[in-house]
RNA sequence: GUGGGUAUGGCGCAGUUGGCUAGCGCGCCAGAUUGUGGCUCUGGAGGCCGAGGGUUCGAGUCCCUUUACCCACCCCA
């Protein structure tokens, strides 16, 4: 295939047919996180380099390597977002939202971009949706930013989730329990896996969720944080479980959930899905009450996750959910003849003047073809127009789901009939609702 | 970066030890019903068989090179 037809590769096309999918799944999490009062707000693709630089660290090299960096025109290092977070804390503190009414709560979808290997479940070009809670230090918050995330999955209809979470302490319980890893894991130092002995320096933190099953053995018996954390954190995390189990949300203790950036505090969670292949985990999330700061904010408490958007339609494709699809046509207009192909024009303005959807033929063809047409779009009505019904200004409306013909007059007649005709379904619809209310709840 | 798999009309696929005028299903267009969709039947359009080179009388099929996609490892902010 050409190179000029083909997408950049780890990149996809959202296509006609799918967008709705797209469009329902972004209202309803954006929805969802605005029950808890969180207000999107959105930043620009791409940020002074730096900012990730600091936010997300430049010790760690394949960050470096997976981003996508360039000079702009006059000589700027510029990258384009690899997550949500840094945008977020930029904005936050460029616009001082610290100075509003705290805890300020931030909800997003984006585009961002990592320059990785594309399989199932990763793209280059992927995209998040996401929440920031800046200045909230309680336990009770860090439930809450859990609950949008599970909310979101029920509201969804997303089933077969686990959801686990730990505590990896403040950076001062974080370096002991870092320092009796290391003595651990040299210790067993001969029988590591060969990236696990070059963690062990860097960052033996990650041994933990090593696959290799020598190490996840040895992993076993590792120290775990839990055991390290000052008495604070402890508190904290008690906290935070109290909350959940208050709530109803399941979760278990994994000890073994780390992250790899030193920013994070405390809490960190995540939601992992057992119907997707090596690229699991939807939603990954927690409190990074160092960030703030490290990007040259005033000390600010934080927290928050990013959820993958294409993994979670992976999901919601494999457990069977619906994505309603919004009426594309309410009314197709068939045309017959010259003045009939004017005067449809005029019908179809008429009829989105009053917020109905309606086309008519943009192609020339007959009329089995247009009725075949106006099939295949879905189109709730059609009305053929041809001399006749010009002549004596009556047409029939015709109702595509059943066959029924419904009289109609021509001029503003039709705009009242589709209303009468649909407010009808509409009201029964609704009775029909109320009917199986009763019954609902012993199904 | 490492490994495995796959590339054939818009989509999904078949093509047997090289003999093709490259098929099938869905979709698209049109007709049967000349003013009415879904079902059925009939016809039509649409492919340099991913790209480049080689072997051969002859390559979709064999060899080499290359590109892209998929899956997994690595990594995962």
Redesign the pocket.
Known sequence: ?ALLT?????TQDVLPADSHRWQYVEKKLLDTASLFGFKEMRTPVFEHTEL?NRS?GDT?D??QK??YTFNDNGGRSISLR??G?AGSVRAFLEHGLHNEALPQKISYVTSCY?Y????????REFHQFGIECFGAPLATADAEVISVAALAFENLGIKNLRLEINSIGCPTCRAEYTKALKEYFASKQADLCE?CRG?LDR?PM?ILD???PICSAIAEEAPTVLDYICDDCRHHFEQVKAHLDVLGIEYTVNPKIV???DYYTRTVFEFISNDL???A?LC?GGRYDGLIEQVGGQPTCALGF?MGLERLMMVMEAQGCSFPLPPVCDVYIAP?GEEAVLTASMLCRDLRAEGFSAQTDL?G?????Q??????IGAVY?L??????IATGK??L?R????EQIEVTLQGGLVEAVYDDLFADAFEDLNNAVENFGNKGEQ
């Open positions: 295939m083909q997408a950049i590769k780890g990730f997300v760690t394949v960050v997976e981003m690899p997550e977070t990592r990785e290997k594309p399989q199932a479940g990763r793209l990236t963690r960052n990650r090593c696959k290799s992250r790899g950036l292949g090596a690229q985990t990954g990013g017959m192609a063809r007959g009329l089995k073809a009725m075949k047409f106006a099939n295949k059609t053929v127009l041809g001399d006749e019904e047409a029939k015709k595509m789901a059943d066959g």
